[in-house]
């Protein structure tokens, strides 16, 4: 009986010693796996987060290329506002002052007393007033006529609100029924931009001769 009872404790022992080491083995197995399922969470989590980083970078980039285009196209916009209005602008000066050119050298003896009325519409008054001088005869000249020929108008340079430049004008012109003198007139004017009149208008010089 005693025998028995020693083969069975023995037996439970070895059953307990087998059952704490199967336990023993499953839960190292599960920890391995545990370790190898959180190491491969980690790479992949770090994978992810790196995917991220460059995205948020391409998407920064685009960022970056879209403001740089703006600016490009606020830039290219601005210069070609700011050309079309300086074009604009030209072609108000060379109109006026060819107009203006017109008035003083296309009349005839029926018209030349309109000749200054209507040349104060193309300049300021000051440019007028030092033009026709009120205190300087201008002669008889009840039978010229005068005929403009080519005008031409070059722009020299744009400061502050004016434009300088410089017109050339061909033109014949007669007294009565004698022969017509052709000439060649040369001017510096200068023109302003709010006022769009002519501000300045000097002959610098004029050149004639007989047919």
């Not at 025998?3 to 037996?11: A, R, Y």
């Not at 023993?24 to 987060?49: P, R, T």
């Not at 196209?73 to 601005?78: L, V, Y």
């Not at 005068?146 to 012109?173: E, M």
């Amino acid at each position: 009986m005693g025998n028995n009872k020693v083969k069975l404790i023995t037996i439970l022992i070895v059953l307990l010693a087998v059952i704490s080491l199967v336990f023993g083995i499953v839960s190292a197995k599960h920890l391995k796996n545990s370790n190898a399922n959180n190491h491969q969470l980690k790479i992949e989590l770090a994978s992810e987060q790196k995917q991220n980083n460059s995205l948020k970078r391409k998407l920064s980039q685009k960022d970056n290329d879209l403001l740089e285009a703006q600016n490009e196209a606020k830039s290219a916009e601005t210069k070609t506002n700011n050309n079309d209005s300086h074009k604009i602008v030209n072609k108000q000066f060379n109109d006026i002052a060819s107009n203006l050119i017109k008035v003083l050298y296309d009349y005839s003896p029926a018209n030349f007393k309109d000749r200054k009325a209507a040349a104060q519409n193309y300049m300021t008054d000051s440019a007028y007033t030092s033009f026709f001088p009120k205190n300087v005869h201008m002669g008889d000249t009840s039978y010229v006529t005068s005929k403009v020929g080519d005008i031409k108008v070059y722009n020299k340079a744009v400061q502050n609100d004016q434009f300088t430049g410089l017109i050339t004008v061909s033109y014949k012109s007669k007294y009565q029924n004698q022969a017509y003198n052709h000439g060649q007139a040369f001017y510096e004017v200068k023109y302003d931009t709010h006022a769009k009149k002519i501000s300045s208008i000097k002959l610098i010089d004029n050149k004639s001769s007989e047919d």
